[in-house]
T-cell receptor
């Protein structure tokens, strides 16, 4: 059973398109996140949701919109994709600030905008 | 604000050598959590260890060991008798709930290459 699963694993799309990445966790964690890993491997938080409520929204263009229908799901929708959006996007979840079980990451979605 | 610095961007060793990956962190919180993750070439992020700020005991797990020193704000990671399978990017990370909520702040990563 995959703890944090995100789909798709690879996404190649043209500039200007709209795309979504889905994430689901079956760990019963109360907090979910989206992280972006750029070409230099630097990992930076984008959003954090706690029990479906937005907690953290770092400086991210408003073309990126997270949606959490329930505490087990956190999807990421990106409008009007740009070349600079190409990156690996990781979904993660945690319980109690990572004090219990740490932070668990999905396997990543490699987004390529052409 | 919190910050994690991994000064070594790349390390190359020959198999069976010991190697230490450095991590220095900054936070004003008194309660915080430190992590190490491994990212192999396949790309996933693999959890290695979590340490809380009140527990300065060093930890050993097989060939891996961690040295946490609050006095120098460091949480270094040593691999003993390295193997080719240890080749990966290793990330140190910090969670400081009082000031930063539940987000995890990562260092820039250290790419370890173990040559046969």
């Amino acid at each position: 059973d995959t703890a944090v699963s995100q789909t798709p694993k690879y996404l190649v799309t043209q500039m200007g398109n709209d795309k979504s990445i889905k994430c689901e966790q079956n760990l019963g964690h109360d907090t979910m996140y989206w992280y972006k890993q750029d070409s230099k491997k630097f990992l930076k938080i984008m959003f954090s949701y706690n029990n479906k409520e937005l907690i953290i929204n770092e400086t991210v263009p408003n073309r990126f919109s997270p949606k959490s229908p329930d505490k087990a799901h956190l999807n990421l929708h990106i409008n009007s994709l740009e070349l600079g959006d190409s990156a690996v996007y990781f979904c993660a979840s945690s319980q109690d600030y990572g004090r219990v079980g740490g932070y668990t990451f999905g396997s990543g979605t490699r987004l390529t905008v052409v | 604000a919190q910050k994690v610095t991994q000064a070594q961007t790349e390390i190359s060793v020959v198999e069976k050598e010991d190697v230490t990956l450095d991590c220095v962190y900054e936070t004003r919180d008194t309660t915080y959590y430190l992590f190490w993750y491994k990212q192999p070439p396949s790309g996933e992020l693999v959890f290695l260890i979590r340490r809380n700020s009140f527990d300065e005991q060093n930890e050993i797990s097989g060939r891996y060991s961690w040295n946490f020193q609050k006095s120098t704000s460091s949480f270094n990671f040593t691999i003993t008798a390295s193997q080719v399978v240890d080749s990966a990017v290793y990330f140190c990370a910090l969670s400081a709930p009082e000031s930063a909520g539940n987000m995890l702040t990562f260092g820039g990563g250290t790419r370890l290459m173990v040559k046969p």
